[in-house]
């Protein structure tokens, strides 16, 4: 009986040292497990990383653009102004030149209306003047 109690304790045994080798086996397998995620989240951070500095470099680029066109503008809106001071001066020295060509158009009409109207009143005596006699 006391072989049977040592087959029974070795078998007990051996089924406890399987066991323990599954054991090992299984953590060495969760542990390659964990190394290879950490792995793939500090590559999948590192992507994440690039993409953001990517997408922050062509921000940047726009932004510079941006101001670019900005200052192009303001530069031409400055520009427009300058000349626009300039064209007003002009306009304001047409209109008085319009406004002193009617004034003289006036005054000339009537000087026109007075010597017509001279001319009518003695157009007889000028008549005769005229004919010679």
Same mark, same amino acid.
């Given at each position: 009986?006391? +072989?049977?109690? !040592?087959?029974?304790?070795?078998?007990?045994?051996?089924?406890?040292?399987?066991? +323990?080798? !599954?054991?090992?086996?299984?953590?060495?397998?969760?542990?390659?497990?964990?190394?290879?995620?950490?792995?793939?989240?500090? #590559?999948?951070?590192?992507?994440?990383?690039?993409?953001?500095?990517?997408?922050?470099?062509?921000?940047?680029?726009?932004?510079?653009? #941006?101001?670019?066109?900005?200052?192009?503008?303001? +530069?031409?809106?400055?520009? #427009? !102004?300058?000349?626009?001071?300039?064209?007003?001066?002009?306009?304001?020295?047409? +209109?008085?030149?319009?406004?002193?060509?009617?004034?003289? #158009?006036?005054?000339?009409?009537?000087?026109?209306?007075?010597?017509?109207?001279?001319?009518?009143?003695?157009?007889?005596?000028?008549?005769?003047?005229?004919?010679?006699?």
């Amino acid at each position: 009986m006391a +072989t049977l109690a !040592n087959k029974s304790l070795e078998m007990m045994i051996g089924g406890l040292l399987e066991a +323990t080798q !599954n054991m090992q086996r299984d953590i060495t397998e969760i542990r390659r497990d964990i190394k290879d995620s950490d792995s793939r989240a500090a #590559l999948s951070y590192e992507q994440s990383e690039q993409r953001a500095a990517a997408s922050r470099s062509k921000m940047y680029a726009k932004t510079d653009e #941006l101001v670019d066109r900005v200052a192009a503008t303001e +530069t031409a809106v400055s520009k #427009l !102004n300058d000349d626009m001071t300039g064209v007003k001066a002009v306009t304001a020295e047409v +209109t008085r030149w319009k406004l002193m060509g009617l004034g003289a #158009l006036g005054v000339t009409g009537m000087a026109a209306a007075a010597l017509a109207s001279l001319v009518t009143a003695y157009w007889a005596d000028i008549w005769r003047v005229l004919r010679g006699g």
